[in-house]
């Protein structure tokens, strides 16, 4: 596999250019059929589409042809990192998506409230789907326990969903899921994988008997299984790899903490995308580089909501003018993945990608969509060489070798 | 990463086929706004464009998107070899661009006269840009310096430019640079990453001792430092791995060099144009496959004129019918990198191919162009992959698997 870093790292050049990189959640769709044209396709974007004509157009592949990326993999590409070299555990994720702030001697897992009997068999994996009014008071008393040597965070996620978080030197996070899958049978007992992490069983067995004791009388939730128990994979910043001073302004906890995994700094977003354009002018003299995160085109995608994509994705293109007004070296409008409403998922389609700069080899598209990106500019490309373009259209690449 | 040869070593099928492959440097360009054409756009191309019909278009990388390479890593991924894989060191190149015939067992470095004060710390890094007139008599002067059990070659290239190379068995070529990037401050020693380069090191320190005496009186010019200190990496011939007796026709010694390091024969190219077709008739019947370079294309290009570009483009073309009328069965046009005027600079944008031979599948191009390579039947690919199509075209690639 290519170390994109490797090469970065030699060959970043500092200079005073910006770059936006503009993620449209779930940008890409499909039609509701043959002949049909996809959501961005039917969304009015004016704006998109002018930037369009003096840009270049691509489809951007996330992971491989065909794969469905989860959020962390599907940013974690756009930022050029490979998401098949940095495998982001569960229990990091589910931290990251709360805004907990993990650093490098932290475990993270994810835990479920469940209900066990009077064996301690497993009668319900997910606690009788508990409401936040029982879980949150819940994930308070276990905040409360304490085990000698190491630093233990609870935080209630939704629902039944916890997230804990134990904090300690020499910590591994090779650890089992303790959620046997099914009902009838106990949870698994921890285990390490090596020596670092069989430290880390031993403190969730620890952390699991004490619960046990704290919540003995609130079933149905009377017990938790621990799952994708993980470390932060070491993963090189931004500013080593690329030589930028970048910045997230995101609505969405999940994404401030994928921006916060390589580096960036997160600045207040706010609630609303006009709250994100302040922000970004605001913040504009600080960075280099601004992550600017949009979410609904992925959240009406996923409900199946054509019309409410459209809609969603007519809303994004509002802000490029307060965008362009600041005039950035490079603009870059993408999606971490498709999330096409006719699937109501996440989905394997390549991304629908504009760059635009005044280095661009303009390709003579007329207006952002699938059907222009496929044959644009760009090519079909893996999403982790995104980056790159991002780096050479600001002029802060080298050249490689003489 | 695919090794490419471990494939085309087992694939190789020999033949009576002949196969050119013509690099207009720095080939690919940029219109100068939105809607424009790029150079090769506007130049007035009839022959390559009734290639295109004949053939198939499409758009090379060079490296990875977005990355801009040198003439060094340009032409190696054309001749097929990757050009990560490959790092040709800087002194190697510096070598190769005077025509130096490295071997094996040599460490070529390039060298900067400078100035240094009474204290020894450098006054001037490139020693007030002297000329070849004060450049030339003093590398003379170096070339007499004699070190027990290595040769020792020092050759003028340009003003304040040098090249030296060591030649003895078991040099290694991991040693720092001398030139310690700022004035006020003497050179650096040179050190060994390895015991081999270690070896390297005293050498290159005992040669520094003799010169600083050799050029005691000669300031500005009383001092040197040394950059890229390198040696030829071990790469397999173009005959090993692709069963093809290679010739190069070319008129700068770079391109000459850079052919040598893959093992093509050095044909006497002359110094125009004409030159080299009238070379490569008469070499015709000896080899299998043809290097023919044209520098122009990317000079004119650096110097930021685009109607030269146009021009030298259109001179470019003038050579086709004399190549057609060989009746090569694979001939193929494309640049080892884009030069577009509008940045006077190497680019990383992709760069126009055209592929013509019998087994073409026709992609309805009428012109040889970026709007047409982008939508052509090669597709967006890495460049070292062109030479498995014109070995494929050439009928020179057995079946791979039953």
Redesign the interface.
């Known amino acids: 596999?290519?170390d994109?870093h490797k090469?970065t790292r030699k060959?970043q050049r500092k200079n005073d250019s910006k770059i936006i990189l503009y993620v449209g959640d779930g940008l890409g769709g499909l039609p509701l059929e043959p002949g049909g044209k996809t959501e961005l396709e039917t969304a009015k974007t004016p704006n998109l589409d002018a930037l369009a004509?003096?840009g270049s157009l691509g489809m951007s592949i996330p992971v491989l042809p065909g794969i469905a990326p989860g959020s962390g993999p599907g940013h974690l590409g756009l930022f050029g990192y490979d998401p098949l070299q940095y495998d982001i555990g569960r229990g990091v994720l589910e931290a990251l998506g709360i805004d907990f702030e993990l650093g490098p001697d932290d475990v993270a897992i994810r835990g479920n409230f469940c209900t066990v009997d009077g064996d301690g068999n497993i009668t319900d994996r997910r606690a009788g789907r508990i409401g936040n009014d029982v879980g949150a008071p819940l994930c308070e008393k276990l905040n409360k326990i304490t085990i000698p040597g190491v630093e233990v965070f609870v935080q209630h996620v939704k629902e039944y969903r916890l997230v804990i978080v134990f904090r300690g030197a020499g910590l591994g996070g090779n650890v089992n899921d303790t959620d046997p899958q099914r009902t009838g049978v106990p949870p698994l007992a921890p285990k390490g994988e090596d020596e670092a992490s069989e430290k880390t069983a031993e403190i969730c067995a620890e952390f699991l008997r004490q619960a046990a004791e704290v919540l003995k009388d609130d079933a149905p939730a009377n017990l938790l299984t621990m799952r994708g128990i993980a470390k932060m994979p070491p993963i090189p910043t931004f500013e080593e790899v690329y030589g930028t001073k970048a910045a997230a302004i995101a609505v969405y906890p999940m994404y401030r903490g994928l921006a916060r995994l390589v580096g960036m700094d997160i600045l207040d977003a706010g609630q609303t995308l006009d709250d994100q354009m302040k922000c970004l002018e605001q913040n504009w003299n600080e960075y280099d580089f601004f992550f600017v995160h949009f979410k609904y085109t992925d959240s009406t995608g996923e409900d199946g909501n054509f019309d409410a994509k459209v809609q969603r994705t007519e809303e994004l293109d509002t802000a490029i003018p307060k965008m362009t007004v600041l005039k950035p070296d490079v603009i870059i409008v993408t999606g971490d993945h498709s999330t096409p409403a006719k699937m109501k998922a996440h989905s394997g389609h390549p991304v629908p990608t504009l760059l635009a700069s005044d280095?661009?080899?303009?390709?003579?598209s007329k207006e952002f969509g699938e059907s222009a990106c496929r044959?644009?500019?760009?090519?079909?490309?893996e999403s982790k060489?995104l980056m790159?373009?991002?780096?050479?259209?600001a002029g802060r690449?080298e050249?490689?070798?003489?």
Chains 1, 2 share one sequence.
């Not at 280095?359 to 003579?364: A, I, K, L, N, V």
């Open positions: 596999m290519t994109i090469l060959l004509q003096r280095s661009c080899r303009f390709d003579g044959v644009g500019e760009l090519g079909i490309f060489y790159l373009q991002a780096l050479a259209h690449l050249k490689y070798g003489a």
